[in-house]
């Protein structure tokens, strides 16, 4: 079952003596969460929402004014704490998919069918994401790139990998 709210980032600072709060952007962008409407903070298992009454971005990142939270100690004490969006929040182009819902699919080649392992989770790195997949020979880094990554579903990742990029099937 899918989660109903997803991380989208961090408080890491403030800003201001009002109470705003410069995020870590866990997006795709910084502008996907300037546009949230309310964001929710989860303390105890219990999710909180919070209306979003403004929000702009700066460099990397996002600084948000939060309703309920209108002065500098209470954002202070908010440092640290992860954002949360409903799943309906995040927008998800025609045949992407969100990556918490990829860990834990099967990488399977595209053309063999043959299941090279799971994906265990996504690290970024400068030229592009890479897929760390586990697989019985360990984890193995595929870019999460067309060339590679052919599609993506509830099935799992189809792949046409370059050869040796996973150990060939023993008989």
Request: some cysteine; proline content about 7%.
């Amino acid at each position: 079952m899918k989660e109903r709210y997803l991380s989208c980032g961090k408080i890491v600072g403030v800003h201001g003596v009002r109470g705003a709060v410069k995020t870590e952007v866990w997006c795709d962008t910084p502008s996907v969460l300037a546009h949230f409407d309310r964001v929710y903070l989860k303390k105890d298992g219990v999710y909180t929402p919070h209306a979003v009454k403004g929000a702009f971005v700066s460099g990397n990142g996002v600084v948000l004014t939060l309703d309920g939270i209108n002065d500098r100690e209470t954002a202070l004490a908010l440092r640290g704490t992860v954002l949360y969006a409903e799943r309906e929040q995040i927008p998800v182009p025609e045949g992407a998919m969100l990556q918490q819902d990829m860990l834990g699919l099967k990488v399977i080649d595209a053309e063999s069918g043959r299941v090279y392992g799971t994906l265990k989770r996504i690290d970024p790195s400068p030229a592009s994401d890479l897929l760390v997949v586990d697989a019985p020979e360990g984890e193995v880094l595929v870019p999460m790139i067309p060339p590679f990554v052919k599609t993506l579903s509830d099935e799992g990742i189809f792949l046409t990998p370059p050869a040796g990029m996973f150990k060939e099937e023993t008989k």
